[in-house]
Each structure stands twice: as C-alpha cells, then as structure tokens.
C-alpha cells in the first residue's frame, strides 16, 4: 500500500501557489501509484497569516481552492490542511466562523466528517503560546463541543480510505494536537480509546528551533508508544514570517512505529515527495531502508544549515539579488558576509569598509581580507570628511529663541559616526546597486541596544539576531573548519577584540573594546530571554548570594566572583545591564529590521515587551539594600 | 451607604507604583467614609504587560503587594483586579498557573471565593482579538469548569460586603465578561440568573477609542436592563503599550440603572476617586447631581483629546522633556509641533527647517511662521551642501571586482535627501539637545510606506500615525478654531498642496505635490484596514464594476468614476497601492517608531502583517482579466 508524504514548501497566504505545489505532488504521487497522499497542516493558505484571516475575499479564495483539490482526488485519496469556514457561524469576535482543519478528498470531492456534520476535521488543541495565536483567528474542537452541548470524541470519526479494498482508518491530528502534555484534553490518547485505527497522521506546520527535532521526536514517540498507534508526521517546509520574526519550517516529517522505531522521511529543511510502501498489518513500512536516518546535527551545523535556508528564501521571496554589507573588520560583519555569499554568491555580496581615524590597520586589513577570501567586490568610503561637516553643522547651529544650544559629547560624537556609516552611506550604496543592506547586529547586542538607531541598527535583515556573540564565533569557526577548511574568515577578525571602533576609548591595538564581558553576559541574558520560566536580576541576585549563579545562567565555573569580587559591583553590572535590557534595548528593538528565528526565543513577535518598563521587584530591592547596607 | 471608585491611573507592570496610587485611593476614601472601595481590572500589576508574566520574580511580585492591600481593608472593603496565581497547577503552556482575577479584601484580609476554592474571582471571558491577547496569559473560568467538570456557575458566587449592618451582594465580572455577545456564555445573564445581586461591578482595562464610549455604554446599558441589574463600570486611565503600538484609558466609569440612566462617574481620561451615595433599595446613587453628565465630543475633539493625553503619558513615563521636530511648513509637521508644544510647552520644542533647492519659499516662510506663532525655538539647516557631497561620494564610488557600480535615479537622489535631514540632521541635533526627534507620518502615508526608511520615517514616536490625511487637516482646523481661536498653524499650511519637495516634480509653487489623492486614497486606504471584515482589491473592483465603491469606502459620491474614467485606470491605481501597502509599506512599518493608536485600528500589533506577501484573489484577477479583455 503506497502513501505519499509530501513535504513541500508552505508560502503564507498565497493560496495560488501553494495549489500549485500541491497540485505537482498530487500528480507525481499518482505517477508513482500512491493511493493516498498527506499534506502538512494548512498547507493550503499558509499558517502564519497574520490579520488576513479577516478578508472575506481571502476566505472565499481558499474555499475556491479547496474544491480545485478536491477535483484532483481521482483515483487517489488527498488529505490536506486548510481552513475550514463556517459562514453562518461566528468566532468569538464576531467575525466569520474558522476552523484550523483537515480535509479528506476522495473520487473528486471532499468527504464529510459526519460527527462534526462538516466536510472537515478540527483542530483541537490551540497553541497560544511562542509565535503562535491560534485562537486568535480559529474556533476549536473544544469550543464547538461545548457550543453543541456534547464531548469532543462526539465531533470526530477517523478517515475511512479504501486502500487495496480494505477500509482503512486514518486517525487524524493537527500538530499542537499531539503535544498535549499541559492540556486536559489528549486527542491522540481519546480518539484511539473510542476508535480503531490503523495508522495516524499528525499534519504540521511546525517552525523549526535549534534542539526542535528531539523534543518532537520524544513527544510524538510517546503518543505512540502509549496508545500504540502508528503515527505519520507530517511537517511543511519553507520560511513564514509573524512580522518581524521569520522562522524556517525544517519538515522532518517522520514515521512513528509503536515498537520504538522512528524512520526519517523527508529530510532536514527539504522539499520532499517521499512515496511509502506501508504494511497496515505489520504497521510498519516496508521499503525502509531507502529512508536515512537523520544523523544527530551538532549545534553549529544545526544552526549553519537553519540561517543558510532561512536567508536563501527569504532573498527569493523578497526578490532581493543582492546585497551591500558594512564590512569594519569584526567577526559580525565577517559572517554576515560569509552567510550572503553562500546564499546568493560572493559577486552579489559588496563589501563596504567605512574607516575613521578611529579604525585600525588591523580591522581595516582584516575587512579587504575578507573580500579577497571571498571573492566579494570591495570598496572603501572614508567617514572623516563627512562626520566633519556634520559636527561643524552642529557646532555654528544656533536656535532662535531658544534655552538651549547643541552640545557635543562623546555619545553624541560616536553616534554620529554609527550613522553616518548605516543610515547615510550603506542605505544610498545598496539603493544604488539595486541591492539592500544587512544589520549585523547579535542577540546580544541587540538585548542591551549596544547599537545606534539608523546607524549599525539598520538593515533590511538581522540575519544573526538570534545568536549570541558566543555563537557568532562558534558558526565562523565552524564555517572555517568544516565548511571551507580553510581561513576565509580571517584570523584577525576571530582574535581581535570586539570593538564598535568609535573612539581611543575602543582602541583594538591597546586591546579595549565592547564594556560586554561575553563569557559572562551572553549567559546572564540568555537567562532573561529563553528560560521557561524568565530569570530576572531578582533570581540572579539570589542565585549570587548563593554561589549558584553560574549553574542558573549557564556560564563557566567560578567565573562570576572573579569578575565581581563584592556584591556591590555585581549589582552595578547586572543593573546597567537589566536598565539597558528592558529600557534603551526595547526601543532600538521595535525599530530594528525582521530577524532570522533559530532558538527557542528570538525577539519580535514571540518576545512581547513594553517601551518604557524598567522594574525592579520588592524583593530584589530589599536582597540589594541588605547587601549594601 | 458611601461606596468609592477609583479611576486610577494604572502603569504597566509595576506593582510598586501602582501600589502607592491603590494606597492614597483607599485612604482618601477611608476619610470619606467609604465602606467599599472598587478599582479597575489588574490595577496592581498593569493589564498590557507584554510576556513579563513569564517571570516568576514579578508574579511574587503581585502577590506580596496583594498582600499589602488585602492589610489596608480594616473599616472599609476593597475590590481590586490583580492577577490570581496557581502555583500548584499550570497553564496550557506549561507555566504557572495564573487568572486575570477580581480581589475581595476585608477586615485586613483576602475573601476566600468558597465555589472556586481560591482567594479571588475569575475572568470567563477572553479576548484574543484587536490588541488582546488574554489567552497567551491567563487561564479562564470556562477552562477551569472544564478542568472540574462543572459548569462556569459552579465557580462562582457573588462577593459578600456587610454595609451598613445589612449583607450586600455584589456581582463581580471582569470587561470582556460584559461584551459577551459573540461567546455562548454570559456572566452576567448566568451570574443574576442564579443568584440574588444588590448590583455588579465590572472591573475594566479598556482601551480607548474614537466613539468607543458609544459602544460601552450599549453594551452595558443591554446587560444591565436585559437583567435587571445595576451595574458600576470602574475602568482606568493613563496609557500602556502593546510594544509598537501605545493606548490611552479613558477611564469614563459609570453606573448604570436598570431604569435606563447612565452616570459618569469619573469623567473622560482623568484620574478621579468618586464617593457615590448608593441607596441600594432604590438602586440608585442619591448625590447624582454633582455627576456631570459627559457631553457628547466631536470627532475632532475626542482626537485633540486623547493624542494629547497619550503624548504626555508617553513623555512623563519615557522621562523626555524637549522634543525636536523637522518643520517643513507642511501640515504634518505643523500639527505635530501644536501637539508638543501643547504638552512640553513650547520653549520645549525646537522647530529645524532643512530647505534644498527643492524647497519653496512659501513652505520656508510657513515653517518660520508657525515657530513665531508658537514660540518654539528655531533654525534653519540647508542640506545642499551635505546632499551633493553624498552624491560626490557615491558618483566616485568604486567596487574592485564588482559586475556593478553605483547609479544615481532620481529615487536615490530623493532619498539622499530625507535620510540626510532625518538619519543625520535631527538625530544629531536632538541628541545634543539632550531630545529627541518626531515621526510626523500621517496614517495615509504609513499605509503605503510614503516615506524614507532612516529618513523622514525616523523618529521616537509617531503621534500622527492613527490619523488619515483628512484628519490631519480637520483636526489642524479644530486647534486653530476651536482651541487657539486664531491662526497658529499658518494659513500657508493649511492651503498648500500636500509634497514632499524633493525633486521639480513636487513643486508646490505649480500646484505639483503627493501621488496620492487623499480624497479617495484615504477613504479606499480605511476599507483595507478599519472594516471589521477587511476589503481588499476584490471587494474594491466589484464595488467599482458595481458603482457602489464609494458606498463600501465613505469617501464623497460620484468620485471614483470622475477620477478613473475607465476600468483600467482604476486598476491601475489600486495595484499600485494594494502593491505598496502589502508590499514595501508593511516593510518600512516594521521599522517605524511607537505609535499613538486612537482608532479601533492602528499599525503594529493589533495589524498583525507579513512582510513580503503581495496577493491577488483568484476572484479578482478573473474579474480584472475580464473587464481588460
């Protein structure tokens, strides 16, 4: 019995494409004699769709589209995601009524669910956690049961698919609905209690994460083993943005056998058609071993081959073919040019060096380095003259009337330099070229505003938003080691001390740089940002105290007192830091440029902060002026 | 029987402070001889506190200061809003367990709710859609019902206050509890069916709106008649933010009798403790007199109103007290510079003209007299000599190795400009006045991303953003009529054709200015945005085939077919704009300052948008393809 799982590209809200996408699978998996093909969850109108659930003409185009699948199920059974429309029915907010939705489609037209009295399957579980805010647009299985006064299991039947004339029964799910673990409701578990089945599906539209792949893999195993169903999943691939935030779908859509067995389908981050020759009987797929297992990526690689992809489409579907990057020399820019060229080639990268009287010959050399390595085109623009005139403007300025006169202090000083560089010279360069330009900022710049608005903040893409400056070098290093095997990144900018380079006070030659101590602070972060449950200078102050700070946020052994000896400097640094974080750091942050997702938590949509919140709790109030007294 | 409420100012997410303000609220009222005492919904914590209700630090926060004010309920009741929390039990996302709760302090100590077992009344209802998101947050009581197997009735019961030697009941619901029109329960229907009530109160956190009054008071006025049941709204004031986007609370608590009478408690955006002689046999507030009732606003006024409130909430809380604004004699800039002035003062609000070749003397000349007219400080910066050495640079630029070089097009050049006066001169300029700079994009504009990115996009807030072009202009009217009563905003600005100058083909002298036609534009801009169901070019190009488009839009009749002659000019037009809108204006606005909301609907995240998806219907390219055939 041949099932085909198709993982393909999901484009949001682009109904047209994505028809025809699944229009070219359906064709091949009839080619290869499949009876039934599975599509991943809303593989149809896209999943991370923003507010255009509201356009009634949106909805009508994906109804449209629904039925155009639908006549394509001669002779092979379709199961698809899409959206399910009740229009008589309204969601809580009054608009039209949505459901999250599987469709079966069978001889030419779409099957109904009998149970929910509608020609589709619903959605149980909705995640309104991270990214996601399912209840914001659609109603769900446990809803309509209380809405129709009964229990969920009365609003489902599995898929009967006549397979090789036996009647099959597909159990279905849609993605959060097997990770119920904090859920009262487990449809897996209750659908396979009330009904046979001979396999499941899980159909998922479900962003990628470094470390996503083992957490999917141990709850989808567990569904499995506890209530001993088969269980295929299936995932989308391709790039949908939330706003500001893009994350990539990895697919890995996979088999789960109750015996403990779980088999690789489609591969990591790929476009696949993958026809499969299912035994029911013996739950298990026969021709297996043509399916390679997906080796255990290690954490650069994971997060080369996630930023690559993620990079590559966003560029396509923005139409973007080149790109201009401000190249000072450091390790950032560095990589950010290494990662563009791998995506579009190097002779659509253009590498611009900006210097100042304050720049070294080491960065300077280290930047057209760079460029010869990888074969980038190259040019440099002297900010001097520039940043001169600005600063006269500014010194004979004069206001009428006025209590007060322009001051230039070193902050104002440095800024103007930032500027002059992003938002004067790189943004006219790349509009020149047709290109754009890219922000290089790290995650953890970008959580303390180490950065100047439209100055290094600007760009078209954060392409290493979600890296930490310890991953920054971790990714060069990998790239240099295991992806050119040789230096292309050069030595210089590795080994240089990372410097914005905008006074003496930055000197690279006399070893100063960042006020960041990155050993320490990209733990201390981190710990505000991806920790389940949000660590703040309270928890941190706390965990000081008591000589467990280094184990809470991660960082090396013995690290914490060697760099704050008494209580009073460790409260200086944390709370310059948390003021910056939650103060300066959110407003450069709504104005930053959209960011590539890898982590668990990226900024953006997934990170909801105020402008002009810094808070410190009673309790870390009292601990400190215990501390200090 | 003397109750009080207190329509608090209310920050986001600090405990402490909104303490203090609870504190002085409950002894003002002691002093009256109130014996209960009623505050808005999460009056401790703040309502729109982003993910900060992922720290456990903050949750411990809530509960020492609910601690704190359940002690300060000797000789008179309290009911607050304040956030309940479960520490034994989790959220659907594996948190801790939290409600968006109701608080009942009495004789120095917490109420027990006997039917829900816990120290505080429940939230049924969540909003999760507009700029809402309670589902992310918090668990409800019709999840909790589910998770008892009972029924939402089953939790609930009213909260007892002794007064006056006699038992009063009083019902408690929490704002979207009232607006239940679209869910299948009601608690207020269930609540007063079920039980005996002396009358409810609704503790709210609702945001304002322009003619939202309206509907709150439809709204409760149905629920109070329909069941027989007085009710006292107690809504807050002041602004919280939702990250980009920044909402006034107009407070505009009230009471409503069953027999059809509205009072205002509190009035409109003021911070205001009431004391009510509530005769509860009569139900009905004795001393009602001295309630003024709110007069109806004008549009113009509930604008003038509210932007100038949230500004000045916005400059309190981000402690900024000089404001530089880019004054081009347009009306933008000249409505923006009223606003601040009103707020700042005007020696607070420094007025820089940048004029080029491209500038007329009739907008220099308006720039200059609107600072005299205001008395703001004054200056004047040319860029022509900045401009052409960015020209210089760029014409000289050369990339070695590189299949391009630089071309200068007029939107290059255009652009030079706008970061050159935005990125470099007011940036600088405000930083060295120790200020910051203004956004002064209208709603119009930001629509379809008419503006430079670093350029004339940049600033710290965009206090025009909420408001299309035609509101601009009613609302410049409205101060110089209404509340200067002579000409502050020069009559020059006014009548001058909407340009940008900069470049001969937006010479205002020959009448040349903006591509858009803000008659129509505006009106056509709305319809994609503000309908509840959201029109797109379908909609428009049926309407238009129809000759019902300025029906389905609002703007002025028998305008479109004057404007578009034939179908295919009228296509033309809206893809361009459909094209802008979807295309690079969602771009630019996910790097736009904060913004001002007023409307039901403003940019940022109550407009939830992809960046990079341009979609046409099926149904509309067919429509088209037949009309240009």
């Known amino acids: 019995m041949k099932i085909a799982i198709a993982q393909m590209r999901v484009l949001s809200a682009n109904c047209k494409e994505n028809f025809e996408t699944i ?127 009964c229990k969920e299991i009365d609003l489902y039947e599995p898929i009967s698919v006549k397979l090789e004339n036996k009647n099959i029964k597909v159990g279905v799910t849609i993605c959060e609905d097997g990770w119920s673990q904090d859920y009262k409701f487990s449809p897996f578990y209750t659908f396979s209690h009330y009904y046979k089945h001979d396999f499941f599906v899980n159909l998922s539209c479900s962003p990628f994460e470094v470390r996503k792949q083992e957490k999917r893999q141990s709850v989808f195993y567990n569904e499995c083993k506890k209530n001993n169903i088969p269980i295929f999943y299936v995932n989308c691939v391709g790039i949908q943005n939330v706003g500001k935030t893009i994350y990539g779908f990895d697919g890995s859509s996979s088999f789960y056998n109750p015996n403990g067995e779980i088999i690789n389908l489609c591969g990591f981050f790929k476009e696949k058609l993958s026809i499969i020759d299912y035994d029911y009987e013996k739950k298990f797929i026969n021709n297996n071993d043509q399916f390679k297992r997906l080796n255990s990526l290690s954490h650069a690689e994971e997060m080369q081959i996630s930023i690559e992809y993620i990079i590559k489409k966003c560029l396509e579907e923005w139409n973007i073919k080149r790109v201009v990057i401000g190249a000072s020399g450091g390790i950032d820019s560095a990589l950010s040019a290494v990662l563009f060229s791998r995506v579009l080639g190097s002779e659509n990268v253009y590498l611009v060096n900006m210097p100042s009287k304050f720049n070294s010959i080491l960065t300077i050399n280290a930047a057209q380095k760079l460029a010869q390595n990888l074969k980038c085109p190259f040019a440099s623009i002297g900010i001097e003259e520039s940043i001169n005139q600005s600063l006269d403007q500014l010194q004979t300025l004069h206001f009428e009337a006025a209590n007060e006169q322009p001051k230039i202090t070193q902050l104002v000083f440095e800024n103007i330099q930032a500027r002059d560089r992003g938002g004067r010279i790189l943004a006219a360069v790349a509009q020149s070229l047709g290109a754009v330009f890219s922000c290089n900022a790290n995650k953890t710049e970008l959580t303390v505003g180490y950065s100047t608005l439209y100055g290094d903040q600007a760009g078209f893409l954060c392409p290493l938003a979600d890296l930490w400056k310890h991953d920054v070098y971790n ?58 449950e949000r660590k703040t200078p309270e928890d941190c102050l706390i965990a000081y105290v008591n000589g467990t700070l280094e184990n809470l946020i991660g960082c090396e052994k013995d690290l914490v007192r060697k760099l704050f000896p008494t209580a009073k400097d460790f409260i200086k640094d944390l709370e310059r830091w948390w003021i910056n974080f939650t103060g300066m750091g959110v407003f450069k942050r709504m104005q930053a440029p959209p960011l590539v997702a890898i982590t668990s938590r990226a900024y953006g949509f997934d990170m909801r902060e105020q402008v002009g919140r810094v808070y410190f709790s009673q309790a870390y109030l009292a601990l400190k002026n215990k501390l200090l007294a």
């Open 23 to 149: 229009k070219k699978n359906i064709e091949h998996a009839r080619e290869q004699n499949a009876c039934l093909i599975v599509f991943p969850e809303m593989s149809l109108p896209g999943y991370f769709n923003g507010d255009i659930w509201e356009q009634t003409s949106f909805l009508k185009d994906c109804e449209f589209y629904n039925k155009k699948i639908s006549e394509l199920s001669k002779g092979i059974d379709i199961i698809f995601g899409s959206i399910g429309i009740d229009w008589k029915k309204k969601n809580e907010d009054g608009r039209v009524r949505k459901y999250n939705a599987v469709f079966h489609a069978q001889n030419g037209k779409l099957k109904n669910n009998k149970k929910a009295k509608y020609p589709f399957w619903i959605k149980a579980l909705m995640p309104n956690y991270k990214e996601f805010d399912d209840s914001r647009h659609f109603f769900d299985l446990r809803k309509l049961a209380l809405e129709r006064d």
């Open 475 to 532: 990714l060069a290093y990998f790239y240099n080691t295991h992806v050119f095997k040789k230096e292309i990144i050069p030595k210089e900018s590795i080994d240089v001390v990372p410097s914005a380079e905008l006074s003496l006070e930055h000197n690279v030659m006399e070893n100063k740089g960042d006020p960041i101590i990155y050993s320490y602070h990209d733990y201390l972060f981190r710990s505000w940002i991806e920790q389940w």
